[in-house]
């Protein structure tokens, strides 16, 4: 069983005009091939700088073995989260979204920079 890469979508959202101020969340859908994953509570506040000059955000995800395994489809795993508190800069505009089971990271890593980020859209 494997987890891909997050397909992740940087939103925006105006706060305050004067001064301009905006909130930022992140709608994040990992296809996994027939397997229990589900997406676990995000529940990180604080938001730190990795060596590569990214905020890292860490999305979690956990099996449930109540859940049958088909192998006949690749499903999906959602995560909406508001990064409350996080601000994004022309020196620090990016955030690296990961995503985890326990302490072990499944996937790759995707990188969005806060110039794509839609204002007020929704994933499609």
């Known amino acids: 069983m494997e987890l891909f ?3 992740a979508v940087l939103i925006k959202e ?23 994953y589900v997406a676990e509570a995000y529940t990180q506040t604080t938001y730190a700088l990795n060596t590569d000059g990214h905020y890292e955000v860490t999305l979690n995800v956990t099996k449930d073995t109540t859940i049958p395994v088909d192998m006949d489809y690749v499903k999906p795993i959602v995560h909406i989260v508001e990064l409350t508190g996080l601000t994004l800069t022309d ?5 690296e979204v990961s995503v985890y089971e326990g302490d072990q990271r499944k996937g790759k890593k995707r990188v ?13």
């Open 14 to 36: 105006l706060i305050s005009e004067s001064p301009e101020e905006w909130k930022y969340m992140i709608y994040s859908e990992t296809l996994t091939d027939h397997s229990q």
């Open 5 to 7: 890469e997050p397909n």
């Open 112 to 124: 969005l920079h806060k110039s794509v980020a839609s204002e007020n859209a929704r994933p499609a």
């Open 91 to 95: 020196t620090n505009p990016t955030v």
